[in-house]
């Protein structure tokens, strides 16, 4: 009976590792497949999943995150990581030095793979099913058209204003560049109240995104050109907070929007364009404006670049000064890690039904400006 077992042993093992094969790869087809199979359906998804199994599905995981002061999901990250490189370092070792070597390193690599496709499919469960749900300016009412140069030139002069008048106010480094007094994370739960008041001017944008969490090791993130990133496993925000603070309000209000359910990149900026305004703490309504000024200055550029000069000459000095360093801090990060991180991401954005990629991000703009002809700025 032993010699008997002996024999059958491998043929389960492979029988084993066959069927972890079969079934990561099914997995992983039907995560890659989301995308087509629920596209023409955002009708459903919004109404079945955006406004019905979603937000108890991040209320839920969130009232347990939330608990946790520090980013699960990036330590979870690191864990992962670590115990995939151990567990294949191990099995190559055991390939020359043990009789089924082979055997353990092919369930092992079935094993990962399953895994993979497991958490890709709870990646859209939690979360990314949201990328196929009505477009936001529908639920807003939003007209997005063609705006005239006239009306961009007049958004980016009227948010110069605000912007400029807001800044003399503000707290400035040894340099002259803009530096809050208050810490970080009390102003990331600031955020929180100003979602509140958003809520109730625009009743379709959900009241309570939980705060936003500092990465660890935000380093890591700027050499991938990334100023927050949404978890939807864990439901956490995660913000960079080694950039400079310049924008890093508005980043921590992007990620809260993915939050609530907002998953198109243009869209979540203009929803965390429109909490920072809603503050009460003026550090973050200038996080926004200068937000703003960037997208919406940028365009003008493009549409117009002796109008684009003419509006900068209202900016003042000291935006000036933020802006200059804002932009030689991200210059510093520039190079093949972050050129490959944006690949990355931008082959991410349009495989999940946003055609534009990572140029969906300057594409707010246009939803800016069809706020501000509906709402005023």
Not at 11 to 28: H, N
Not at 34 to 41: E, H, I, V
Not at 150 to 163: C, I, M, P, Q
Not at 224 to 229: A, E, H, K, L
Request: one cysteine or more; aromatic letters at 12%.
């Amino acid at each position: 009976m032993t010699h008997q077992s002996n024999l059958e042993k491998p043929k389960y093992t492979i029988a084993v590792i066959i069927a972890r094969f079969l079934s990561a790869a099914a997995l992983i087809f039907l995560g890659l497949s989301w995308p087509r199979l629920l596209a023409g359906k955002s009708a459903w998804v919004e109404r079945v999943y955006s406004e019905g199994i979603y937000p108890l599905i991040r209320r839920v995981i969130s009232a347990l995150t939330r608990l946790v002061p520090f980013s699960i999901a990036e330590f979870l990250l690191y864990a992962i990581v670590i115990s995939i490189a151990l567990v294949l370092v191990t099995r190559l070792i055991q390939l020359f030095l043990t009789q089924n070597g082979f055997a353990r390193l092919m369930r092992s690599v079935a094993s990962i793979l399953l895994a993979g496709g497991i958490v890709l499919n709870l990646f859209y469960l939690t979360w990314g099913f949201n990328y196929f749900r009505e477009p936001l300016a529908q639920r807003m009412e939003l007209s997005v058209t063609s705006r005239s140069v006239d009306e961009l030139e007049a958004f980016v002069r009227k948010t110069a204003d605000e912007a400029r008048a807001l800044r003399e106010m503000l707290h400035e480094d040894e340099n002259g560049v803009f530096a809050p007094q208050e810490s970080t994370g009390s102003l990331f739960l600031a955020l929180s109240d100003a979602y509140g008041s958003l809520h109730e001017e625009i009743p379709v944008i959900p009241p309570d995104p939980t705060r936003a969490k500092q990465i660890f090791w935000s380093e890591g993130l700027s050499w991938q050109g990334i100023s927050g990133i949404y978890i939807g496993l864990t439901a956490e925000p995660n913000v960079n907070v080694d950039q400079p603070p310049l924008l890093l309000f508005q980043a921590a209000a992007h990620e809260m929007a993915h939050q609530t359910g907002i998953a198109s990149e243009n869209e979540a900026e203009l929803v965390g364009f429109l909490a920072c305004l809603r503050s009460s703490d003026p550090n973050i309504r200038y996080s926004g404006l200068a937000y703003a000024l960037v997208v919406a200055g940028n365009a003008l550029f493009d549409a117009d670049s002796a109008r684009y000069l003419a509006v900068t000459d209202t900016y003042g000095d000291a935006i000036w000064r933020d802006f200059s360093a804002y932009s030689v801090y991200w210059k510093s990060f520039s190079g093949e890690i972050r050129e490959n991180a944006d690949r990355r991401n931008d082959a991410y954005l349009k495989h999940n039904s946003q055609p534009s990629g990572i140029k969906s991000y300057g594409e707010a703009v246009d939803l800016l400006l069809a706020y501000a002809a509906k709402y005023g700025t």
